[in-house]
């Protein structure tokens, strides 16, 4: 019987042995408040602001990824659901810092009327450019309607019997960038180069066509 007593007692020491830290003063790590990684956390320089240029074919963002390192040094991601259509001039600004001023009502009033530009090549034929539309004014029945590539160019022949030289003009409204109209046996041609790929329409108006483009 004492030696079943002895050996019991020197079987909880030995567990006891196993089970104790080397400093019973050290704090523990909770794995659920802090998970330890091999993962670093780099000293980075505080962050500004990202300018993010769309690619030519973008027409509607959408979602946001976010990739950041947590505390623990773990990268994580967060994604955020935009799902709105979107002008891929414009760059995406991805900021930390307090937005800025709006503009001025007078300058965006400004901007407004100038919206549209207007150039008139021939007496017969005016165009009236707008962010993502042309309104072709005349009163000439289009012949065909097709486009090409590299530039983009959207080709509009339109029957006339006409006699003029080729006119060339260089247009500084985006995405509109050249127009070209020129002389053929029974019709003129317009044609529109593009800042890039476009799905487009055209529409029969009361003066005229309109070209929509997105």
């Known amino acids: 019987m004492k030696r079943l007593f ?3 007692i020197a079987s909880l020491f030995w567990l006891s042995a ?4 080397e400093n019973p003063f050290k704090p523990v790590i909770d794995a659920t408040v802090l998970p330890v990684t091999s993962n670093r956390v780099a000293q980075k320089p505080p962050f500004d602001k990202k300018v993010v240029q769309l690619p030519s074919d973008a027409r509607v963002l959408t979602s946001v990824t976010i ?3 947590a505390l623990d040094g773990s990268i994580q991601k967060i994604g955020v659901p935009i799902d709105r259509a979107i002008d891929w001039h414009r760059p995406i600004i991805i900021s930390q810092t307090p ?3 709006l503009s001025h009502p007078k300058t ?3 901007t407004k009327r100038n919206d549209a530009s207007v150039y008139r090549p021939l007496p017969f034929l005016t165009l009236r450019f707008h962010a993502k539309s042309v309104d072709i004014v005349t009163q000439d029945p289009k012949i065909r309607l097709f486009h090409v590539v590299d530039p983009f160019k959207i080709v509009i022949d339109f029957k006339r019997k006409a006699h003029f030289l080729t006119r060339r003009k260089k247009i500084a409204k985006p995405p509109f960038v050249q127009v070209d109209v020129g002389n053929h046996q029974g019709y003129y041609r317009l044609v529109l180069t593009l800042d890039g790929p476009y799905r487009y329409s055209l529409i029969k108006t009361d003066d005229g066509y309109r070209l929509r483009l997105r």
């Open 6 to 8: 002895k050996a019991a």
């Open 18 to 21: 196993l089970t104790a830290r």
């Open 67 to 69: 990739a950041y390192q």
């Open 108 to 110: 965006a009033a400004k």
């Open 99 to 101: 937005a800025t001023a």
